[in-house]
């Protein structure tokens, strides 16, 4: 896949994403009590998934470049000989 097809799936399938997300969340609370008699239970909930998946995307976006780096600028001890 190259950069242009990566990001033209982000672009739509971000928002898309999101849109289900939140009608996901809007039917729960239409349909489940516990979602409504219980608010600071599902508001955390709602707040920790997305929180949780971009901070994962993030680490390991941040691991890869570190490793690219370290890589790049320390070569190994047979190159350096």
Not at 50 to 65: D, E, G, R, V
Request: hydrophobic residues 50%; positive net charge.
């Amino acid at each position: 896949m190259d950069k242009d097809t990566k990001f033209a799936i982000l672009v739509i399938g971000l928002p898309l994403l999101g849109l289900i997300y939140c009608g996901s969340i809007i039917a729960f609370l239409m349909n489940n009590p516990f979602g409504r008699q219980h608010p600071l239970i599902t508001g955390f909930v709602v707040m920790v998934v997305p929180f949780s998946l971009a901070a994962t995307i993030w680490i390991k976006a941040s691991a890869k470049a570190y490793k690219e780096h370290e890589l790049r600028n320390h070569p190994t001890t047979k190159e350096a000989q």
